[in-house]
């Protein structure tokens, strides 16, 4: 159980590493050199648009969800039933 845990552990810690092996490190420039500028414009400009695309689709999925629940409101024949009663009374007794 415990040669499992440490596999686990050292599969994680690989994985971890790896992913931050990918990102640009821009501190082997110089900070006032146009590629430093460059290399800190393109780190922002791929997390903005990741973050952009999860935004996007978090909001498609909050609209389809408002359109589900307006389609079962059934406003139309609340609307209709409201403009054919003639009083509140009327209205509400239907």
Do not use: P, R
Request: hydrophobic residues 35%; aromatic residues 12%.
């Amino acid at each position: 159980m415990k040669i499992i845990k440490v596999i686990i552990v050292l599969l994680f810690i690989s994985l971890f590493n790896l992913t931050f092996s990918y990102a640009e490190d821009c501190t082997k420039y110089d900070k006032l050199s146009k590629e430093f500028a460059k290399c800190t414009s393109d780190k922002l400009k791929n997390k903005t648009s990741k973050k952009a695309d999860d935004i996007k689709t978090k909001t498609a999925k909050k609209i389809e969800q408002g359109k589900k629940k307006f389609k079962n409101f059934n406003f139309k024949e609340k609307l209709k039933k409201f403009k054919n009663s003639k009083s509140l009374k009327e209205f509400t007794e239907k």
